[in-house]
């Protein structure tokens, strides 16, 4: 029996997303993002300081490095007062609503401290390596699976603020990953060494589903 796996609205034979995954994680060393980004040392804790900032140019993100390192760190203060709050706990799976609204607390941080060549894309990934579980990854890829494709679960909506965008993404992120837990524990497996979340999992198929906009 075929098992499709989904990402928003973008879906992929499950098989064919392990052969996907398998060439991300093991295929293409030296010239994969795994496990560059996901290995790197960045600073200990769960804080974040200056040498996490760095782990953004290992994703490819941006070719604008020292304007990305800079315009985040004008927003590390507020974004580590942030990380402490007791709500950022546990996997997104299982995170509850007051959950949710602290991840999109961090997530505000961009309107409420902006800065030039830092958008969601890039804070995210610097985010997402200090809780692997709970924060996940956008990019233009993950955005056409749950808004831009047909059938999308989050399609844009006129005069909608970009806290209530991102709160009906997490909520239909969070769907994806509780429906088809199994499926993403198994890619996740597929890495060697560091190990990666299921969210880290999902991403590496939305990524790929959003490049061939399945």
């Not at 010239?31 to 900032?53: M, N």
């Not at 890495?191 to 990524?207: C, N, Y």
Request: glycine letters at 6%; proline letters at 7%.
């Amino acid at each position: 029996m075929t098992t499709t796996l989904r990402v928003g609205a973008a879906q992929v034979d499950f098989e064919e997303a392990k052969i996907w995954a398998t060439e991300y994680l093991v295929g293409r060393p030296g010239a994969s993002a795994y496990p560059a980004y996901d290995g790197y040392p960045g600073s200990d804790g769960d804080l974040i300081g200056p040498q996490d900032l760095l782990a953004v140019a290992l994703l490819n993100v941006s070719n604008k490095p020292l304007k990305v390192y800079y315009g985040l760190q004008g927003q590390l203060e507020l974004l580590n007062e942030r990380l402490q709050s007791p709500n950022l706990k546990g996997s997104l799976r299982d995170a509850s609503a007051a959950t949710l609204e602290a991840i999109a607390d961090l997530f505000d941080v961009l309107e409420e401290k902006p800065a030039d060549n830092v958008k969601l894309t890039t804070l995210s990934k610097v985010l997402h390596r200090k809780r692997p579980d709970l924060l996940p990854l956008f990019d233009a890829k993950i955005r056409y699976c749950y808004t831009d494709c047909l059938g999308a679960p989050v399609p844009p909506k006129k005069k909608r603020s970009k806290r209530d965008y991102r709160l009906a993404w997490l909520e239909a992120l969070q769907h994806d990953l509780d429906q088809q837990h199994a499926q993403w524990e198994e890619i996740a497996a597929l890495a060697p060494d560091p190990k990666i979340s299921t969210l880290r999992a999902l991403d590496i198929i939305g990524w790929e589903l959003g490049r061939r906009k399945n």
